[in-house]
């Protein structure tokens, strides 16, 4: 038979003390996992706190963009840009599928501006829908605008399209101008883009 004299002091005393060791023991590690999930959580409050939301679209304010003295007979290099546009699309038969499109121009020069002289929305007939801009504007370096067609507006139709006109005072890259079409019926969306194809060189006042 072993006697108690044959154990160390640390064995009895947690022997003794099996119970109140083991519920330390779940203390312990529920407070590990309860101190590790508020943590989690707290980071993601934090994360959501920090989330700023994209703002809905607003008409661009064109003063942002005010091309200073610049005239459009000062400008070396001038460009007609025909850039693809849909206010719907047709599926199922036939049946028209409504679409919101987004124009965006993007000056890609790192230390140049390029300047827009106007941008015309036509209908699918070939005829002016509606005038987006029609005054010279600087875009800076990196800098974008964009112009909205909005889903409700069917004017333009499946064949419809931009004419961006646009120039610099040197020889810079060519910014890159394209639509992005968004629509949504039920559970179903679709997403594409079409990018513009440059159709003139010549001013517009020359055309």
């Known amino acids: 038979m072993t006697n108690e004299n044959d154990h160390p002091y640390w064995f009895l005393w947690a022997l003794e003390h099996l119970g109140e060791l083991l519920l330390a023991a779940v203390l312990v590690t529920a407070t590990g996992f309860g101190g590790f999930y508020l943590l ?7 994360d959501q706190l920090n989330y700023a939301p994209p703002r809905s679209y607003e008409p661009p304010n064109l003063d942002q963009y005010d091309a200073g003295e ?51 929305y036509y209908d699918t007939s070939g005829k002016l829908a ?24 069917s004017t333009g139709g499946s064949g419809a399209n931009f004419l961006v006109r646009w120039g610099s005072k040197s020889t810079v890259d060519h910014p890159l101008i394209e639509t992005v079409m968004v629509g949504n019926a039920g559970t179903q969306a679709i997403a594409f883009s079409s990018s513009g194809v440059e159709v ?3 001013a517009a006042s020359d055309e």
Request: net charge negative.
């Open 40 to 46: 989690e959580r707290l980071s993601d409050i934090e």
């Open 70 to 120: 610049m005239t459009a007979d000062q400008l070396t290099e001038r460009h007609v840009v025909y850039v693809p546009a849909y206010s719907h699309i047709y599926y199922e038969g036939g049946s028209a599928y409504p679409l919101e499109t987004t124009l965006s121009i993007r000056n890609v020069n790192t230390n140049q501006p390029v300047y827009i002289e106007s941008v015309e």
């Open 130 to 153: 509606k005038t987006q801009l029609q005054r010279l504007i600087e875009l800076g370096p990196l800098q974008t605008i964009a112009f909205l067609i909005e889903r409700q507006d």
């Open 200 to 202: 003139s060189h010549h």
